[in-house]
Nanobody, 111 residues
Framework: QVQLVESGGGLVQAGGSLRLSCAAS?????MGWYRQAPGKQRELVAV???????NYADSVKGRFFISRDNAKNTVYLQMNSLKPEDTAVYYC????????WGQGTQVAVSS
């Protein structure tokens, strides 16, 4: 079994920054972040392949940056210029043969 441990969520003012991390219990292939706000569908925020290729939702391009440290089996999401619209529960996702989900970490951005 694979476990994903997320950290870094919290409360921040608009314009601030936050860095999320997700550590897997083993090496994974694709890793990424999804988010879900109350009353909204869960949406893909960013994804990074094992080779380092990235893709971002249009709403976060230029503000959020995804990276990974394969030696630590960890994926990061650097969130800059945060907006109230970024408020959501952020979920780590990772795939190795099958997909796995983290527990989710709350990010709240105040105006």
């Amino acid at each position: 079994q694979v476990q994903l441990v997320e950290s870094g969520g919290g409360l921040v003012q608009a314009g601030g920054s936050l860095r999320l991390s997700c550590a897997a219990s083993r090496s994974m292939n694709d890793m990424g972040w999804y988010r879900q706000a109350p009353g909204k569908q869960r949406e893909l925020v960013a994804v990074i392949t094992s080779g380092g290729s990235t893709n971002y939702a249009d709403s976060v391009k230029g503000r959020f940056f995804i990276s990974r440290d394969n030696a630590k089996n960890t994926v990061y999401l650097q969130m800059n210029s945060l907006k109230p619209e970024d408020t959501a529960v952020y979920y780590c996702y990772a795939r190795f043969i099958r997909g796995y989900w983290g527990q989710g970490t709350q990010v709240a951005v105040s105006s």
